[in-house]
Nanobody, 124 residues
């Protein structure tokens, strides 16, 4: 079993920054890819960013490219999402997820474990 716990969400003004963290426990964290997704009210869950097991490769949705940065610290079993230049349209519940493969994926169906989510609200 895997447990993922997100933290770092909150309320921020447009143009501000937040750093989300996702702490993992229960299996070998360093061997598997991680991803961040988000879901706004009335919308489907969408891919935000992904990172391979080694951290050597990262992937981003076009909507966040250049503003968000995903990283991981395998010694701490933690993955991060640094969010800069936040916009009101970034408002959503943010989830971290992990999958049984070392490579990343943008499809939520290919992830096996999910955290409970953390709310991010960006005011205009």
């Amino acid at each position: 079993q895997v447990q993922l716990v997100e933290s770092g969400g909150g309320l921020v003004q447009a143009g501000g920054s937040l750093r989300l963290s996702c702490a993992a426990s229960g299996r070998t964290f360093s061997s598997y890819a991680m991803g961040w997704f988000r879901q706004a009210p009335g919308k489907e869950r969408e891919f935000v960013a992904g990172i391979t097991w080694s951290g050597d490769s990262t992937y981003y949705a076009d909507s966040v490219k250049g503003r968000f940065t995903i990283s991981r610290d395998n010694a701490k079993n933690t993955v991060y999402l640094q969010m800069n230049s936040l916009k009101p349209e970034d408002t959503a519940i943010y989830y971290c997820a992990t999958r049984y493969y070392s490579s990343s994926s943008s499809s939520p169906d290919e992830y096996n474990y999910w955290g409970q989510g953390t709310q991010v609200t960006v005011s205009s």
